[in-house]
């Protein structure tokens, strides 16, 4: 079955420190992978997506991401975090058929 | 461009009770999907329509049931509420595959 695994449900870093989040997919047919945030008290918002073509995807507000085919992974990076970065991200993939199922999210949390 | 708008964004039910929220997607646009997301089970996929069909259906109980009307807005239905129905519903629009575009979500807590 496909499925998608964020490893760790909160993230803290210090804010201008670099930041990585983690996704490993599981499917048996061709994927496209989406990273998307979600702010407090709000819907979410899509930040980048692999669809073919190069591996390495940038997006919007400095994060990009690396599909990793060998490794089933799609993981999500920014150098230098801002206090505004705090926020839920969910990682994606999209099945076919118009099914996409969703990772549990990744709290990041910005320290001053 | 207007977002997608859902409405009512809080709502408040008792157990029993049935509830209906609406979604207007982004102009244009014809695919409307709805999610269930909670602390415990995170984003859950419920139903998508096309063109006033239903193109797919997650698992969910047959108390949870959409529509989609010729003008693209949708409505969920939940009947015979249930405290565990507690969630933040999501709606989204797309006009192509690959792009899902959130409204706000609708708070629903039952009591």
């Known amino acids: 079955a496909q499925s998608v695994t964020q490893l760790d449900s909160q993230v803290p870093v210090f804010e201008e420190a670099p930041v990585e989040l983690r996704c490993n997919y599981s499917s048996s047919v061709s994927v496209y992978l989406f990273w998307y945030v979600q702010y407090p008290n709000q819907g979410l918002q899509l930040l980048l997506k692999y669809l073919s073509g190069s591996t390495l995807v940038k997006g919007i507000n400095g994060f990009e991401a690396e599909f990793n085919k060998s490794q089933t992974s799609f993981h999500l990076r920014k150098p230098s975090v801002h206090i505004s970065d705090t926020a839920e991200y969910f990682c994606a993939v999209f099945l076919g058929d118009d099914k996409i199922i969703f990772g549990k999210g990744t709290r990041l949390h910005i320290l001053p | 461009k207007a977002g997608v708008t859902q409405t009512p964004r809080y709502l408040i039910k008792t157990r029993g009770q049935q509830v209906t929220l609406s979604c207007s997607p982004i102009?244009?646009?014809?695919?409307v999907s709805w999610y269930q997301q909670t602390p415990g089970q995170g984003l859950q996929f419920l139903f998508e329509?096309?063109?006033?069909?239903?193109?797919n259906k997650g698992n969910f109980p047959g108390r949870f049931s959409g529509r989609q009307f010729s003008n693209s807005r949708s409505e969920m239905n939940v009947s015979t509420l249930e405290l565990g129905d507690s969630a933040l519903y999501l709606c989204?629009?797309?006009?192509?595959?690959?792009?899902?575009?959130f409204g706000p979500g609708t708070r629903l807590t039952v009591l």
């Open positions: 989204a629009s797309s006009l192509l595959w690959n792009e899902q575009f």
């Open positions: 329509y096309f063109s006033e069909t239903q193109r």
């Open positions: 102009s244009g646009h014809r695919s």
